[in-house]
């Protein structure tokens, strides 16, 4: 049986890239897993789908966030296909599409939208469905402990407060044993960074070179720090933000 046998899962953003990574792997510890998408149906099935062919047990849940009500609304339909939580991951996220001197005000609040309050709500109301014992773990970047990519600091922000929420969850869920954890992934080959990255060999090599390890991150290597985090043997990991960069900042 794996780590993970009996548990219930929800993975904001689930569907592709690193969420999809977090997914596959929960379900290959035995979770149950609950693939959120925002508007692509046909990855979370292609997600759920991957997972079920592994021999895991997955479902899609279609919601929008940033969006009045989003919090409620993911949970409503959360409640109709499982009973229970016991690991919510927030993934979810949006960067920015213009830097520092263009931003406007409708984009800034799309970001903190939906990659700050809507991680928020979700605890918030996730909190009386996840079982004591439970774990919350939230995505989170290197950006917001170096300023490598200015042109990002609106993004960078929202992360920021993200990590500050989750220190300070950490200590109003602790009573109930559930940890609170933020992971900080660095550069990531997916397919939100395919433009720039990809078939461009010296982007790939100046990406490379920021780890400390010399590669550019893969999404198993985020979900594998999650897995850890999601598991018993993360049990006395709480508060923390967790530097999964590769070494990005050393």
Do not use: C
Not at 88 to 93: K, R
Not at 126 to 153: C, F, K, Q, V, Y
Not at 226 to 237: I, P, T
Request: aromatic share 6%; hydrophobic share 45%; no cysteine.
């Amino acid at each position: 049986m794996g780590a993970l046998a009996g548990k219930t899962a929800l993975v904001t953003g689930g569907s592709r890239g690193i969420g999809r990574g977090i997914a596959e792997r929960l379900g290959r510890d035995g979770a149950r897993v609950a693939v959120h998408y925002g508007t692509n149906e046909a990855a979370a099935k292609e997600t759920v789908a991957a997972i079920e062919a592994a021999g895991g047990e997955a479902f899609a849940i279609g919601q929008e966030l940033g969006v009045q009500g989003d919090a409620a609304a993911l949970w409503e339909r959360f409640d109709e296909l499982a009973d229970g939580l016991d690991i919510l991951v927030s993934n979810a996220g949006i960067g920015a599409s213009r830097p520092f001197a263009t931003i406007d005000e409708a984009e800034y609040d799309r970001i903190f939208a939906v990659n700050t309050k809507a991680a928020f709500f979700l605890a918030q109301r996730g909190a009386e469905r996840l079982r004591d014992g439970g774990r919350i773990i939230n995505i989170s970047t290197g950006l917001s402990h170096a300023a490598m990519m200015p042109e990002l600091i609106a993004y960078a922000m929202s992360k920021s407060a993200l990590d500050t929420f989750t220190r300070y969850l950490s200590k109003v869920l602790g009573g109930r044993g559930i940890t609170v954890n933020a992971v900080a992934p660095g550069i990531v080959d997916t397919d939100i960074n395919a433009d720039w990255l990809r078939g461009n060999e010296e982007a790939w090599a100046g990406a490379a070179a920021l780890s400390a390890l010399g590669k550019v991150g893969t999404p198993a290597d985020i979900a594998d720090v999650v897995a850890f985090l999601a598991s018993h043997d993360g049990r006395w990991v709480t508060g923390q933000w967790i530097d999964a960069t590769g070494g990005s900042l050393a």
